[in-house]
């Protein structure tokens, strides 16, 4: 069974920055595409980031310009850093690694932005 361990969030003032990092336990075969989702208490769960193939990233256009998602050249790690925090992005971040079989979600992370 595959699992996905994410790592680096936190509580950061307004203004800071946090790194998440997402790694497979082990290699994934056919992954199209891998991202970060979050979630905020009694609401939908929403689209962060992805990428696909080497640099074909996407982002939510509340985080355009402050968020960016690479891969590591072992392609199973994923890692989101966000910059110019706000206290609206406070949620629980999700990492996901979609394939041919199914998708992949971590446990999630909570990041707390504070003003």
């Known amino acids: 069974q595959v699992q996905l361990v994410e790592s680096g969030g936190g509580s950061v003032q307004a203004g800071g920055s946090l790194r998440l990092a997402c790694t497979a336990s082990r290699n994934i075969f056919s992954v199209n595409s891998m991202g970060w989702h979050r979630q905020v208490p009694g609401k939908q769960r929403e689209l962060v980031a992805t990428i696909a193939g080497a640099a074909d990233t996407r982002y939510a256009d509340s985080v355009k310009g402050r968020f960016t998602i690479s891969r590591a050249s072992a392609k199973n790690t994923i890692y989101l850093q966000m910059n110019s925090l706000k206290p609206e992005d406070t949620a629980v971040y999700y990492c996901?690694?979609?394939?041919?079989?199914?998708?992949?979600w971590g446990q999630g992370t909570q990041v707390t932005v504070s003003s």
């Open positions: 996901l690694f979609g394939t041919d079989y199914g998708t992949y």
